[in-house]
């Protein structure tokens, strides 16, 4: 059965996957997943097995798509205390759904930076404010990047800000992302005059406090997925909108919801579905945590595209 397994690397799915035909992939996820059992999607909250010694874990995310024919389960490590290497890796692994055969193994990073920064563009497109000029990201790491691309690729931002607690790893990424970069070295001076603010750290405490925030910001608060984690400061989470992509996760794993102990005001989904309002008006958190799902219809995209099938 393994010599029929398709081994897909990274530089392969980074050449296929573009944001043009991800950020409505995901989209339409993010509402299917909120509209599931109906819209047959399959999805258990993952499992994950934290390993003390490293202050990290393994997570095992399953998830099907009905209406995809697409079934796949990822892979992922988180290793915060790396320093040379990637903090995270992952593979997916992508099943017949008629056989359960395995089908192919896959390089899980890029889908990993891509899908989770086309759920914040989509989040961000339902909730910000009318055209956001002003971009913030806190953290220069891998989603930082994937998030600017993503973003970007939604408005022409006039001025982004990046802040990392290591400036000199802010200054490398301004320089290699646009013009309109630039990295400055205190958090607040990135948020004061922000549309929108990115959260992406590897930080256990508060990066972003209430008071920096614009009124009517929508924040993609991206880090923090274990539940004694907290990226955002509770104040802000309570004066905010609180939207997630899944409520029955973000329970468990938020730290930033948990913490705070801030209500969930809606599933970005059912914004999507227009089963939610999109209180735009007001300062908006979309808390990401990421789902299977995202990685199952991303890696079925790249199935298809690898068999020439779109
Ligand atoms: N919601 C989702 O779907 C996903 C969330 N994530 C989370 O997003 C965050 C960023 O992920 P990556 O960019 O892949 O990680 P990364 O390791 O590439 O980047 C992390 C950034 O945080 C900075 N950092 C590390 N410790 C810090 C601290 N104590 N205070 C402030 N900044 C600190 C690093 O210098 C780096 O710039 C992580 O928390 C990760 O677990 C990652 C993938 C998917
Ligand atoms: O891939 C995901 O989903 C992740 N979620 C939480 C943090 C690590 C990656």
């Avoid at 320093?83 to 056989?99: K, M, W």
């Avoid at 614009?214 to 989470?237: F, T, Y």
Wanted: hydrophobic content about 45%; some cysteine; overall charge negative.
């Amino acid at each position: 059965m393994v010599e029929h397994i398709k081994i897909i690397s990274a530089k392969q799915v980074a050449d296929i996957l573009h944001y043009d035909e991800l950020i409505p992939i995901i989209e339409k996820a993010l509402a299917d997943f909120s509209g599931r059992p109906e819209s047959g999607i399959i999805q258990p909250i993952r499992t994950v097995l934290h390993l003390p010694s490293a202050n990290g874990f393994l997570g095992i995310m399953p998830a099907y798509s009905e209406k995809d024919n697409a079934l796949s389960t990822k892979l992922l490590t988180f290793f915060p205390k790396n320093t040379n290497i990637s903090t995270h890796a992952a593979l997916i692994v992508v099943f017949d759904c008629c056989t359960g055969i395995p089908k192919a193994i896959m390089d899980g990073d890029v889908i990993t930076a891509q899908r989770t920064a086309a759920a914040s563009a989509a989040a961000t497109k339902h909730l910000t404010n009318g055209i956001p000029r002003q971009l913030a990201i806190l953290g220069a790491g891998v989603q930082a990047r994937s998030h600017y691309h993503a973003l970007s690729y939604l408005y022409k931002f006039q001025q982004v800000k990046i802040w990392n607690h290591h400036m000199d790893k802010a200054k490398l990424l301004a320089a290699e992302l646009g013009p309109e970069v630039e990295a400055v070295p205190e958090a607040k001076e990135a948020i004061q005059d922000a549309d929108v603010i990115v959260t992406v750290t590897n930080s256990s405490v508060p990066v972003l406090q209430a008071s920096w925030v614009k009124q009517g910001a929508h924040i993609n608060a991206v880090g923090s997925c274990r539940p004694d984690w907290n990226e955002i400061a509770p104040e802000l989470m309570h004066q905010a909108v609180v939207y997630v992509d899944t409520k029955e996760a973000a329970v468990k794993e938020s730290g930033d919801i948990i913490k705070s102990g801030a209500t969930i005001f809606a599933e970005i989904g059912e914004v999507i579905a227009g089963k939610a309002a999109a209180r735009t008006t007001e300062t908006t958190i979309f808390k990401s945590l990421g789902m299977a799902i995202e990685d199952t219809v991303t890696a079925n995209l790249v199935m298809k595209k690898l068999d020439g099938r779109t």
